[in-house]
Protein backbone atom coordinates (compact mmCIF):
# COMPACT_ATOMS: atom_id res chain seq x y z
CA UNK A 1 0.00 0.00 0.00
CA UNK A 2 2.69 2.39 0.89
CA UNK A 3 4.47 2.12 -2.57
CA UNK A 4 0.97 2.85 -4.11
CA UNK A 5 0.56 6.11 -1.96
CA UNK A 6 4.26 6.97 -3.07
CA UNK A 7 3.42 6.40 -7.02
CA UNK A 8 0.59 8.70 -6.22
CA UNK A 9 3.04 11.25 -4.67
CA UNK A 10 5.25 11.49 -7.50
CA UNK A 11 3.05 11.85 -10.26
CA UNK A 12 1.31 14.98 -8.53
CA UNK A 13 3.55 17.36 -9.94
CA UNK A 14 4.58 15.09 -12.35
CA UNK A 15 6.32 15.71 -15.73
CA UNK A 16 9.14 15.39 -18.41
CA UNK A 17 12.36 14.44 -15.76
CA UNK A 18 15.99 13.98 -16.29
CA UNK A 19 17.92 10.80 -15.19
CA UNK A 20 19.40 12.66 -12.16
CA UNK A 21 16.21 13.67 -11.68
CA UNK A 22 14.44 10.35 -12.03
CA UNK A 23 17.55 8.61 -9.83
CA UNK A 24 16.01 11.60 -7.26
CA UNK A 25 12.65 10.77 -7.81
CA UNK A 26 13.23 6.65 -7.36
CA UNK A 27 15.44 7.52 -3.63
CA UNK A 28 12.62 10.00 -2.63
CA UNK A 29 9.87 7.56 -3.40
CA UNK A 30 11.43 5.30 -0.06
CA UNK A 31 10.52 8.42 2.21
CA UNK A 32 7.96 9.92 0.81
CA UNK A 33 4.94 9.89 3.43
CA UNK A 34 1.35 9.16 3.13
CA UNK A 35 -0.50 12.50 1.01
CA UNK A 36 -2.26 14.68 2.85
CA UNK A 37 -6.31 15.21 1.55
CA UNK A 38 -7.27 19.20 2.04
CA UNK A 39 -10.92 19.50 1.90
CA UNK A 40 -12.37 22.49 0.70
CA UNK A 41 -15.57 22.51 0.62
CA UNK A 42 -17.76 24.35 -0.94
CA UNK A 43 -20.21 26.11 1.50
CA UNK A 44 -23.66 23.94 1.94
CA UNK A 45 -22.55 21.14 0.32
CA UNK A 46 -22.82 18.68 3.48
CA UNK A 47 -19.34 19.87 4.86
CA UNK A 48 -20.74 19.92 8.64
CA UNK A 49 -22.00 16.63 8.40
CA UNK A 50 -18.94 15.57 6.95
CA UNK A 51 -16.72 16.90 9.43
CA UNK A 52 -19.36 15.46 12.42
CA UNK A 53 -18.58 11.99 10.61
CA UNK A 54 -15.19 12.44 10.94
CA UNK A 55 -14.72 13.68 14.22
CA UNK A 56 -16.95 11.18 16.19
CA UNK A 57 -15.45 7.97 14.15
CA UNK A 58 -11.38 9.39 14.58
CA UNK A 59 -10.47 6.38 16.10
CA UNK A 60 -12.25 4.00 13.75
CA UNK A 61 -10.35 6.34 10.65
CA UNK A 62 -7.06 5.81 12.65
CA UNK A 63 -7.29 1.85 12.49
CA UNK A 64 -7.79 2.39 8.42
CA UNK A 65 -4.86 4.45 8.38
CA UNK A 66 -7.04 7.95 7.92
CA UNK A 67 -5.93 10.81 10.32
CA UNK A 68 -8.58 13.76 11.24
CA UNK A 69 -6.88 15.84 13.56
CA UNK A 70 -8.48 17.58 16.29
CA UNK A 71 -7.03 20.97 17.64
CA UNK A 72 -9.02 22.75 20.55
CA UNK A 73 -11.48 20.19 19.69
CA UNK A 74 -12.55 22.35 16.81
CA UNK A 75 -14.05 19.61 14.53
CA UNK A 76 -14.58 22.53 11.20
CA UNK A 77 -10.59 23.16 11.36
CA UNK A 78 -11.34 26.86 10.91
CA UNK A 79 -8.28 27.90 12.29
CA UNK A 80 -6.90 26.53 8.48
CA UNK A 81 -8.60 29.47 6.59
CA UNK A 82 -8.38 32.22 9.54
CA UNK A 83 -5.21 33.81 7.85
CA UNK A 84 -6.41 33.13 4.20
CA UNK A 85 -9.12 35.52 5.10
CA UNK A 86 -7.92 38.07 7.47
CA UNK A 87 -4.47 37.97 6.67
CA UNK A 88 -1.52 37.46 8.77
CA UNK A 89 -1.84 39.53 11.76
CA UNK A 90 -5.61 38.55 12.30
CA UNK A 91 -4.39 34.65 11.91
CA UNK A 92 -1.58 35.58 14.32
CA UNK A 93 -4.26 36.98 16.44
CA UNK A 94 -6.30 33.98 16.47
CA UNK A 95 -3.75 31.68 17.01
CA UNK A 96 -4.54 29.99 13.66
CA UNK A 97 -0.83 30.18 12.02
CA UNK A 98 0.11 28.61 15.70
CA UNK A 99 -1.98 25.98 15.19
CA UNK A 100 -1.15 25.33 11.79
CA UNK A 101 2.57 24.94 12.66
CA UNK A 102 1.81 22.36 15.50
CA UNK A 103 -0.29 20.44 12.98
CA UNK A 104 2.75 20.55 10.66
CA UNK A 105 4.91 19.58 13.25
CA UNK A 106 2.67 16.78 15.01
CA UNK A 107 2.53 15.11 11.33
CA UNK A 108 5.54 15.54 9.70
CA UNK A 109 6.85 12.21 8.29
CA UNK A 110 3.62 10.72 9.05
CA UNK A 111 2.60 7.21 7.43
CA UNK A 112 -0.98 7.81 8.12
CA UNK A 113 -3.09 9.59 5.40
CA UNK A 114 -4.18 13.34 6.75
CA UNK A 115 -7.83 14.42 6.52
CA UNK A 116 -8.23 18.06 6.72
CA UNK A 117 -11.53 20.02 6.02
CA UNK A 118 -12.67 23.69 6.17
CA UNK A 119 -15.03 25.38 4.38
CA UNK A 120 -13.72 28.82 5.16
CA UNK A 121 -10.28 28.43 2.13
CA UNK A 122 -13.10 29.32 -0.08
CA UNK A 123 -14.72 32.02 1.32
CA UNK A 124 -12.69 34.63 0.25
CA UNK A 125 -13.46 33.55 -3.59
CA UNK A 126 -17.18 33.93 -2.66
CA UNK A 127 -18.87 37.50 -3.55
CA UNK A 128 -16.16 39.50 -3.61
CA UNK A 129 -17.67 43.00 -3.89
CA UNK A 130 -18.99 41.37 -0.08
CA UNK A 131 -21.54 39.33 1.25
CA UNK A 132 -21.89 39.96 5.15
CA UNK A 133 -22.12 36.28 4.93
CA UNK A 134 -20.40 34.58 7.88
CA UNK A 135 -16.44 34.10 7.60
CA UNK A 136 -16.63 35.91 3.98
CA UNK A 137 -14.27 38.53 2.97
CA UNK A 138 -15.04 42.22 2.48
CA UNK A 139 -13.84 42.03 -0.54
CA UNK A 140 -11.66 39.90 -2.88
CA UNK A 141 -8.02 40.23 -0.93
CA UNK A 142 -4.63 40.89 -2.65
CA UNK A 143 -2.49 38.62 -1.88
CA UNK A 144 -4.52 35.76 -1.25
CA UNK A 145 -2.20 33.21 -3.15
CA UNK A 146 0.33 34.50 -0.85
CA UNK A 147 -1.17 33.08 2.01
CA UNK A 148 -2.12 29.68 0.74
CA UNK A 149 0.94 29.79 -0.29
CA UNK A 150 1.94 29.68 3.61
CA UNK A 151 -0.62 26.82 3.82
CA UNK A 152 0.72 24.67 1.24
CA UNK A 153 4.52 25.60 2.62
CA UNK A 154 3.39 24.28 6.25
CA UNK A 155 1.04 21.18 4.86
CA UNK A 156 4.13 20.15 2.96
CA UNK A 157 6.29 19.46 5.94
CA UNK A 158 3.61 16.35 6.47
CA UNK A 159 3.77 15.45 3.05
CA UNK A 160 4.36 16.54 -0.77
CA UNK A 161 1.46 14.64 -1.82
CA UNK A 162 -1.26 17.57 -0.99
CA UNK A 163 -4.20 16.63 -2.64
CA UNK A 164 -7.17 19.42 -3.62
CA UNK A 165 -10.88 17.88 -3.16
CA UNK A 166 -14.10 20.87 -3.93
CA UNK A 167 -17.33 19.64 -3.48
CA UNK A 168 -19.96 21.88 -5.67
CA UNK A 169 -23.24 22.32 -6.40
CA UNK A 170 -25.31 24.12 -9.35
CA UNK A 171 -25.84 27.88 -8.53
CA UNK A 172 -29.46 28.75 -7.49
CA UNK A 173 -29.19 25.96 -5.00
CA UNK A 174 -25.80 27.32 -3.62
CA UNK A 175 -27.89 30.60 -3.66
CA UNK A 176 -30.87 29.48 -1.79
CA UNK A 177 -29.09 27.55 0.80
CA UNK A 178 -26.90 30.48 1.67
CA UNK A 179 -29.63 33.17 1.88
CA UNK A 180 -30.68 30.43 4.45
CA UNK A 181 -27.65 30.16 6.19
CA UNK A 182 -27.54 33.86 5.95
CA UNK A 183 -30.57 34.89 7.47
CA UNK A 184 -29.88 32.95 10.64
CA UNK A 185 -27.28 36.28 11.39
CA UNK A 186 -28.24 39.58 9.54
CA UNK A 187 -31.70 40.95 7.75
CA UNK A 188 -30.49 40.99 4.01
CA UNK A 189 -29.99 39.05 1.32
CA UNK A 190 -26.97 39.26 -1.22
CA UNK A 191 -28.56 40.69 -4.42
CA UNK A 192 -29.10 38.63 -7.35
CA UNK A 193 -27.36 41.38 -9.85
CA UNK A 194 -24.04 40.66 -7.75
CA UNK A 195 -24.39 36.45 -6.60
CA UNK A 196 -21.49 34.43 -7.91
CA UNK A 197 -20.08 31.36 -5.93
CA UNK A 198 -16.46 31.61 -7.50
CA UNK A 199 -16.06 28.31 -8.18
CA UNK A 200 -13.60 28.87 -10.80
CA UNK A 201 -11.35 31.38 -9.07
CA UNK A 202 -11.21 28.92 -6.23
CA UNK A 203 -10.20 26.01 -8.19
CA UNK A 204 -7.58 27.31 -10.01
CA UNK A 205 -5.97 29.33 -7.37
CA UNK A 206 -5.95 26.32 -6.06
CA UNK A 207 -4.20 24.41 -8.90
CA UNK A 208 -1.61 27.92 -9.70
CA UNK A 209 -0.13 27.84 -6.00
CA UNK A 210 -0.76 23.75 -4.65
CA UNK A 211 0.40 22.33 -8.45
CA UNK A 212 -1.88 19.67 -10.07
CA UNK A 213 -5.48 19.83 -10.51
CA UNK A 214 -8.23 19.97 -8.07
CA UNK A 215 -10.57 17.10 -7.69
CA UNK A 216 -14.05 18.83 -8.38
CA UNK A 217 -17.29 16.89 -7.26
CA UNK A 218 -20.87 17.40 -7.59
CA UNK A 219 -22.63 17.74 -4.61
CA UNK A 220 -26.43 16.51 -5.46
CA UNK A 221 -28.19 13.49 -3.59
CA UNK A 222 -28.24 11.44 -6.91
CA UNK A 223 -24.45 11.84 -7.65
CA UNK A 224 -23.46 10.80 -4.44
CA UNK A 225 -22.24 7.18 -3.33
CA UNK A 226 -25.14 5.71 -1.82
CA UNK A 227 -26.69 9.36 -1.99
CA UNK A 228 -24.63 10.23 1.48
CA UNK A 229 -21.42 12.90 1.58
CA UNK A 230 -19.41 10.57 4.02
CA UNK A 231 -20.28 7.68 2.06
CA UNK A 232 -18.80 9.25 -1.18
CA UNK A 233 -16.00 11.32 0.35
CA UNK A 234 -14.32 7.69 2.14
CA UNK A 235 -15.21 6.20 -1.48
CA UNK A 236 -13.02 9.27 -2.92
CA UNK A 237 -10.31 8.25 -0.22
CA UNK A 238 -10.55 4.38 -1.30
CA UNK A 239 -10.37 4.69 -4.80
CA UNK A 240 -7.52 7.16 -4.71
CA UNK A 241 -5.37 6.26 -2.16
CA UNK A 242 -5.43 2.26 -2.23
CA UNK A 243 -7.10 2.14 0.74
CA UNK A 244 -9.94 0.51 2.58
CA UNK A 245 -11.95 2.95 5.30
CA UNK A 246 -14.92 1.88 7.02
CA UNK A 247 -18.43 2.49 5.91
CA UNK A 248 -19.22 5.86 7.85
CA UNK A 249 -22.75 7.60 7.23
CA UNK A 250 -23.89 11.24 7.97
CA UNK A 251 -25.99 12.58 10.36
CA UNK A 252 -27.82 15.34 9.09
CA UNK A 253 -26.63 18.25 10.87
CA UNK A 254 -28.40 21.47 9.12
CA UNK A 255 -31.63 21.40 7.98
CA UNK A 256 -33.59 23.48 5.36
CA UNK A 257 -35.94 25.93 6.03
CA UNK A 258 -39.39 26.10 3.88
CA UNK A 259 -40.08 29.14 2.24
CA UNK A 260 -42.74 30.43 4.39
CA UNK A 261 -39.64 30.08 7.23
CA UNK A 262 -37.40 32.09 5.79
CA UNK A 263 -40.02 34.91 5.44
CA UNK A 264 -41.06 34.51 8.55
CA UNK A 265 -37.63 35.28 9.82
CA UNK A 266 -37.02 37.76 7.29
CA UNK A 267 -40.26 39.72 8.87
CA UNK A 268 -39.06 39.23 12.30
CA UNK A 269 -35.54 40.71 11.34
CA UNK A 270 -37.25 44.13 9.80
CA UNK A 271 -38.26 44.85 13.34
CA UNK A 272 -35.27 46.51 15.44
CA UNK A 273 -34.22 45.12 18.60
CA UNK A 274 -36.27 41.64 18.15
CA UNK A 275 -33.19 39.52 16.65
CA UNK A 276 -29.70 39.90 17.39
CA UNK A 277 -27.36 41.04 13.90
CA UNK A 278 -24.57 38.82 14.25
CA UNK A 279 -21.34 38.24 11.64
CA UNK A 280 -19.82 35.26 14.02
CA UNK A 281 -21.34 31.42 15.38
CA UNK A 282 -22.90 33.41 17.99
CA UNK A 283 -26.49 33.83 17.00
CA UNK A 284 -28.54 32.08 19.98
CA UNK A 285 -31.81 33.78 19.19
CA UNK A 286 -32.11 33.07 15.78
CA UNK A 287 -30.72 29.55 15.94
CA UNK A 288 -33.52 28.87 18.70
CA UNK A 289 -36.11 30.80 16.67
CA UNK A 290 -35.46 28.72 13.17
CA UNK A 291 -34.94 25.66 14.94
CA UNK A 292 -38.75 26.37 16.00
CA UNK A 293 -39.96 26.89 13.28
CA UNK A 294 -37.93 24.23 11.63
CA UNK A 295 -39.78 21.58 14.33
CA UNK A 296 -43.69 22.88 13.53
CA UNK A 297 -43.32 22.11 9.93
CA UNK A 298 -42.00 18.90 10.11
CA UNK A 299 -44.87 18.48 13.43
CA UNK A 300 -47.73 19.47 11.00
CA UNK A 301 -46.78 19.21 7.21
CA UNK A 302 -46.31 22.56 6.96
CA UNK A 303 -44.24 24.93 4.10
CA UNK A 304 -43.13 24.76 0.73
CA UNK A 305 -39.70 24.48 -0.80
CA UNK A 306 -38.31 27.44 -1.44
CA UNK A 307 -38.74 29.21 -5.12
CA UNK A 308 -36.96 32.21 -6.77
CA UNK A 309 -38.51 34.51 -8.86
CA UNK A 310 -37.66 33.09 -12.69
CA UNK A 311 -35.97 35.82 -13.79
CA UNK A 312 -34.35 35.81 -10.57
CA UNK A 313 -32.58 32.38 -10.95
CA UNK A 314 -31.89 32.87 -14.70
CA UNK A 315 -29.42 35.81 -13.53
CA UNK A 316 -27.78 33.45 -11.19
CA UNK A 317 -27.14 30.99 -13.79
CA UNK A 318 -25.88 34.15 -16.32
CA UNK A 319 -24.08 35.23 -13.45
CA UNK A 320 -22.77 31.82 -13.10
CA UNK A 321 -22.03 30.48 -16.36
CA UNK A 322 -17.92 30.69 -16.68
CA UNK A 323 -18.05 28.76 -13.69
CA UNK A 324 -20.93 25.77 -15.27
CA UNK A 325 -18.27 26.14 -18.43
CA UNK A 326 -15.56 25.50 -16.51
CA UNK A 327 -16.65 22.27 -15.17
CA UNK A 328 -17.99 21.02 -18.08
CA UNK A 329 -14.60 21.19 -19.58
CA UNK A 330 -13.67 19.06 -17.43
CA UNK A 331 -16.63 17.07 -18.00
CA UNK A 332 -18.67 17.90 -15.06
CA UNK A 333 -22.49 18.63 -15.16
CA UNK A 334 -24.01 19.80 -12.83
CA UNK A 335 -27.78 18.87 -12.78
CA UNK A 336 -30.55 21.35 -11.98
CA UNK A 337 -33.12 19.95 -10.03
CA UNK A 338 -36.54 21.87 -10.71
CA UNK A 339 -38.62 23.28 -9.50
CA UNK A 340 -36.65 26.28 -8.28
CA UNK A 341 -38.26 28.67 -9.97
CA UNK A 342 -42.25 29.78 -10.20
CA UNK A 343 -43.02 29.73 -14.02
CA UNK A 344 -43.24 33.18 -15.05
CA UNK A 345 -41.96 35.44 -17.41
CA UNK A 346 -39.30 37.82 -16.70
CA UNK A 347 -37.99 39.94 -13.65
CA UNK A 348 -37.37 44.08 -13.82
CA UNK A 349 -33.91 44.91 -13.63
CA UNK A 350 -34.88 46.81 -10.07
CA UNK A 351 -35.67 43.61 -8.58
CA UNK A 352 -32.23 41.40 -9.75
CA UNK A 353 -30.70 44.13 -7.69
CA UNK A 354 -33.31 44.19 -4.89
CA UNK A 355 -32.26 42.39 -1.44
CA UNK A 356 -35.96 42.58 0.09
CA UNK A 357 -37.61 38.54 -0.12
CA UNK A 358 -40.72 39.16 -1.58
CA UNK A 359 -38.64 40.81 -4.73
CA UNK A 360 -36.25 37.41 -4.62
CA UNK A 361 -38.60 34.27 -3.63
CA UNK A 362 -42.25 33.11 -3.28
CA UNK A 363 -43.64 31.91 -0.90
CA UNK A 364 -47.60 30.92 0.36
CA UNK A 365 -49.01 33.47 2.89
CA UNK A 366 -51.53 31.12 4.13
CA UNK A 367 -48.94 29.14 5.21
CA UNK A 368 -47.10 31.49 6.27
CA UNK A 369 -50.09 33.14 8.43
CA UNK A 370 -50.40 29.59 9.76
CA UNK A 371 -46.73 28.92 10.71
CA UNK A 372 -47.18 32.46 12.63
CA UNK A 373 -50.25 31.81 14.47
CA UNK A 374 -49.03 28.10 15.98
CA UNK A 375 -45.75 30.04 16.80
CA UNK A 376 -47.74 32.52 18.78
CA UNK A 377 -49.57 29.80 20.32
CA UNK A 378 -46.40 28.13 21.58
CA UNK A 379 -45.17 31.10 22.83
CA UNK A 380 -48.39 31.93 24.32
CA UNK A 381 -48.38 28.49 26.55
CA UNK A 382 -44.70 28.75 27.59
CA UNK A 383 -45.11 32.02 28.87
CA UNK A 384 -48.79 31.11 30.91
CA UNK A 385 -47.74 27.38 31.70
CA UNK A 386 -50.61 26.00 30.04
Not at 8 to 15: A, E, R, V
Not at 174 to 195: H, V
Not at 207 to 234: A, C
Amino acid sequence: MESAFCELGTGLFSGSLTKGEASKTSLRKMVVSMPVVLHVGYPKTGTSSLQVALAQNRKTLEKAGIHYPLLDNDFKQRYLGQFLLHGTAAGEASGSIEKLRHLSEEFAGTEETVVLSAEELVHSFIFREGSGLIGSSPAFKEGIEDRMAYLRDKLTLISNDIRILMYVREPVGLYISLMQEKLKRSPEFIAPDTYECGYRLAAEAFERVFGGQVNIRPFDRSMLTDGDITTDFLTYLSSSFDCTPPLIQSTNVNDSLSAEAMYLLWELRQMPGILEDSSSYQFNESELLWRTLNSIEKKVSLGSRPQLRQGIAEKILENNRPDLDFFYERGIVLPFNGPQYHEEVGTASDLLRSTDFNDIFLYDPYEAQRLRNILILMLIRSATGN
